[in-house]
């Protein structure tokens, strides 16, 4: 029996058998799907947890929580990986699980019983250097951003972070647009007020 290289899409007409008398079942065909699908998941998670648990520390502002988030998206990502694998945009819908998981903890309250002590803050990244960013400024920006209410912050991350439009960021929270706008705009006033940051005239 061949098979194609891992991680490749199986198809019926490249699936052989030495002998072409012996019938193939139907059930032989579920396998090799889903031996293909779980070669996909596998190769799509390595490719994008660094990207997911960045994007989860931006929401969290805590390591250890942002691997739970993580960890419980892919999971979740994996038990709809059949239905998740033929989205338009992956990226797009993994990430919508990963920020209404980290909303619906938020409302239950799940993290804040659980939680026995705040993770250090992150240290600036490596390239932080090469692009001429301020440490000490980072630093202040990530605790101010911890303080945010969570769908503020969620707004930010996703508008900010993510460079998200309003409608795909409206799209990832299920929420209008204008929530969107208006949750935004009091994120970045609480953020203002936090980090005792004028506004420009732009920003009015």
């Given at each position: ?17 030495h ?13 090799v ?110 605790r ?36 969107v ?14 980090l ?9």
């Open positions: 029996m061949a098979l194609p290289a891992s991680g490749s899409r199986l198809k019926k007409e490249e699936f052989t058998t002998d072409a008398t012996v019938p193939v079942s139907g059930g032989i065909w579920e396998i799907d889903l031996l293909s699908a779980d070669a996909e998941y596998i190769a799509y998670v390595r490719g994008r947890l660094l990207w997911l648990r960045r994007i989860a520390y931006s929401l969290c502002q805590d390591w250890h929580r942002a691997d739970d988030l993580v960890q419980t998206a892919i999971t979740r990502l994996y038990v709809k990986w059949r239905h998740a694998r033929q989205a338009d945009d992956l990226d797009a819908y993994v990430r919508v699980i990963l920020v209404r998981i980290f909303l619906k903890e938020q409302r239950s309250g799940w993290f804040s019983r659980t939680r026995l002590g705040a993770s250090p803050p992150e240290p600036a990244p490596p390239e932080a250097a090469a692009y001429g960013w301020d440490a000490d400024l980072s630093m202040d920006l990530r101010a951003l911890a303080l945010v209410p969570p769908r503020q912050r969620a707004a930010l991350v996703l508008r900010f972070h993510c460079d998200l439009s309003v409608q795909q960021t409206a799209a990832a929270l299920g929420c209008s647009t204008g929530t706008k208006s949750q935004t705009a009091r994120g970045l006033a609480t953020l203002r007020a936090l005792e940051v004028t506004p420009t005239k732009e920003d009015r």
